[in-house]
């Protein structure tokens, strides 16, 4: 397409092309510290094309599309075109990876040791990734957590942080404005907001560690923590995962271990900060 930009994030390198200017721009604005090799053999293609030639022109309309893609999906306005192309990638992943076991999570480091996050939209597992991110912990992944099938780590995939609604003042309040995306409103979840992870996070990006804690985070109740039978981390982590079934055995087997190893917790918060206590005092339990 007329408009494009290889970029790689983690272990997977993305081609994105558009049939605007804005939302290529948006990107290499954003993504700046970001290795960009123009050369690279891409694992995936993102296209944000017109729905129609009209479209192109008289209110632009945007259908994700690439290597992978979903016939129904609903078109976007351009207005939204960084969104479109963050869900792109997130489309190629979840239909297409197969290196690694793709659980829907976020995930921080501290100490050599990595804590994973999963929950249902909503749950605050975005914002408490990118708290912990600018208070010592090494942001890892907002979207996906990586597992390596064969050594139990977890891989980096340091994406921008999609941020939604009361989360966004939260998080703009903690990193400023240089490191926050344009306000893209009224989505179909709201106001939205990226964030840039800090430039270590974009450094270590090769390197990654082994879980040591698991979390369910439950953002909006009373703080509470509760530990989580095994039978029930297995199934929610398979409900978690965009290529388990597609994966097979190996699969099987890597969830297993992980099951097995990693401590859990469930817990419950009113606030980011009440959170970070509750994690730090976790951290050091398990220490």
């Known amino acids: 397409m007329r408009h494009q930009l290889t970029l790689r994030i983690g272990p997977a390198t993305f081609r994105i092309g558009s049939a605007w200017p804005a939302p290529i721009a948006q990107l290499t604005s954003l993504y700046a510290t970001y290795p960009q090799p123009a050369d690279a053999i891409a694992d995936f ?19 994700i599309t690439g290597d992978h893609g979903l016939a129904d999906a609903a078109p ?18 979840a239909l297409g990876w197969r290196r690694h076991l ?8 501290k100490d050599g040791r990595v804590l994973v996050m999963t929950g249902e939209s909503g749950s605050g597992k975005s914002t408490l990734a990118a708290l912990l991110g600018e208070r010592g912990w090494r942001f890892m992944g907002d979207e996906f957590a990586l597992l390596d099938l064969e050594s139990g780590a977890i891989l980096p995939f340091p994406r921008l942080v999609s941020l939604k609604n009361r ?18 409103a009224a989505t179909a979840k709201g106001d939205i907001r990226h964030m840039v992870p800090r430039a270590d996070a974009v450094a270590h990006m090769g390197q990654g560690a ?13 703080a509470d923590m509760r530990a989580v039978g095994q039978a029930e981390i297995f ?30 917790r ?15 005092r976790l951290w050091e339990e398990m220490a």
Do not use: C, K
């Open 167 to 184: 989360a966004i003042g939260v998080v703009a309040g903690e990193v400023g404005a240089a490191r926050m995306g344009p306000l893209l």
């Open 102 to 109: 793709l659980l829907h999570a976020s995930s921080v480091e």
């Open 76 to 93: 976007m306005s351009l207005s939204h075109g960084l969104l479109a192309a963050e869900m792109g990638m997130n489309l190629q992943m």
């Open 45 to 63: 293609t993102v296209r944000l094309q017109p729905t129609s030639l009209v479209r192109r022109f008289i209110h632009p309309s945007i259908f």
């Open 235 to 264: 199934m929610r982590l398979t409900q978690a995962s965009t290529n388990y079934v597609a994966l097979g055995e190996p699969a099987f087997t890597a969830l297993t271990r992980f099951v097995r190893d990693v401590p859990a």
């Open 266 to 280: 469930a817990i419950d918060f009113p606030t980011g900060e009440e959170a970070i206590a509750m994690v730090e």
């Open 210 to 222: 082994m879980p040591a804690l698991l979390l369910f985070p439950r953002f909006g109740h009373a």
